[in-house]
């Protein structure tokens, strides 16, 4: 088993639909949750950052953290085209490295 | 924001040759920069990571004798793949962060470069 499970898609949805994206982890060490967005032949940037359980929002984007399930999710409102792109998720633990450890990438793909 | 750039977008050599890749930060200094690669419709690789003015720890299974990396200032980073052989194709990506790895600022304060495409024939 991976230590962080993501499924890769592709995800497709109209616009304005509301998107759910999705990680598994099996490492209860870790602490820091990321979600990072990569558009084709591009690296990736950092869209949200979250350290330990509960919701952060910023504007269309909302990432939870339940730590009991070791489950993370990433809520995109009123989903635009301009949000097609691979969302990748990445955590990391305290006390060890630090180096995020990266979910494979979940390719959406908002149709107009 | 920060800004991280990467030199070349994408090579093309031939099988046996070395091809260096640079990783620069633009208007910050890193304090700590990874390499990463990343086949199609994979997961990001971390390669290694280097401290500024200390050799780059590498991950398990990663050459180090292949893949030579050299943090030669807090703004640039070289990557250089050494005798490269078709498997050797991929995408390669650089990282930046003001933290010290085995800090939590490494972790949140990545900003990653746009990639370097290699092809090897």
């Known amino acids: 088993q991976k230590e962080v499970e993501q499924d890769p898609g592709p995800l497709s949805v109209p616009e304005g639909a509301i998107v759910s994206l999705n990680c598994t982890y099996s490492n209860s060490a870790f602490q820091y949750f990321m979600w990072y967005r990569q558009y084709s032949r591009k690296g990736p940037e950092l869209l949200m950052y979250t350290y330990s359980s509960g919701n952060k929002e910023d504007g269309r984007f909302t990432a939870q953290v339940d730590k009991s399930s070791k489950y993370i999710s990433l809520f995109i409102r009123d989903s635009q085209p301009s949000d097609s792109a691979t969302y990748l998720c990445?955590?990391?633990?305290?006390?060890?490295?630090?180096?995020?450890?990266f979910g494979r990438g979940t390719s959406l793909i908002v149709h107009p | 924001g920060a800004v991280v750039s990467q030199h070349p977008s994408w090579v093309i050599c031939k099988s046996g040759t070395s091809v260096k890749i640079e990783c620069r930060s633009l208007?910050?200094?890193?304090?700590?920069m990874f390499w990463y690669r990343q086949f199609p419709k994979q997961s990001l690789m971390l390669m290694a990571t280097s401290n500024e003015g200390s050799k780059a720890t590498y991950e398990q299974g990663v050459e180090k004798d292949k893949f030579l990396i050299n943090h030669a200032s807090l703004t640039l980073s070289t990557l250089t793949v050494t005798s490269a052989h078709p498997e050797d194709s991929s995408f390669y990506i650089c990282?930046?962060?003001?933290?010290?790895?085995?800090?939590?600022?490494?972790?949140?304060?990545?900003?990653f470069g746009p990639g370097t495409r290699l092809t090897v024939l």
């Open positions: 990282s930046a962060s003001l933290g010290l790895a085995g800090g939590p600022r490494s972790t949140d304060t990545q900003y």
């Open positions: 990445a955590m990391a633990a305290s006390g060890g490295s630090y180096i995020p450890t």
């Open positions: 208007d910050f200094q890193a304090t700590t």
